[in-house]
């Protein structure tokens, strides 16, 4: 059976209906489609001047779907690689190093709901916030809220996950 041929503005529609796409990614993944005649850089102008196409929400997009598993660091390198400039950067980036903390203790428990009994579990455990992205200030925190909060049973901390296990 014969498909119809997909026009470009129609791939890049159908894309951005999926999820949102920074201008790089989209123009990466649309190149591949064009023809000669095809002008990629001017149809990208069109969506974003039609409001189809924004850094703005493409960054809340990702960060949405990233920070509840990963740090500062992580995140914001996939939005450099995406092609978002420092500007945009920049306008997410108080929000995020507030919640930090907060996200690294939610992470360190969700992964590992005890607290270490050994220097080679306390290492692997902060090994594995760093490899997530998270700064050292906040693994440091999340380690000491790690243990306060099993440990002491004081409620000076407050443990993110009692409401989890039994």
Known sequence: MFKPKISLKGRALRYLSMREHS??????????????????TALLNVLEAAKFLSAERFSESLIHRRQARFGNQRIFAELQSHGLDKVEIDKVKSALIESEVGRAVEVLHRKYPLAPEAHVERAKQMHFLQQRGFSSKSIQAAMRASREADEDGDGEIVDVNSSRRG
Do not use: M
């Not at 201008?23 to 990629?40: C, F, I, N, Q, T």
């Open 23 to 40: 201008r790089a990614e989209l123009a990466r993944k649309l190149s591949r489609y064009a023809e000669e005649s095809d002008d990629v």
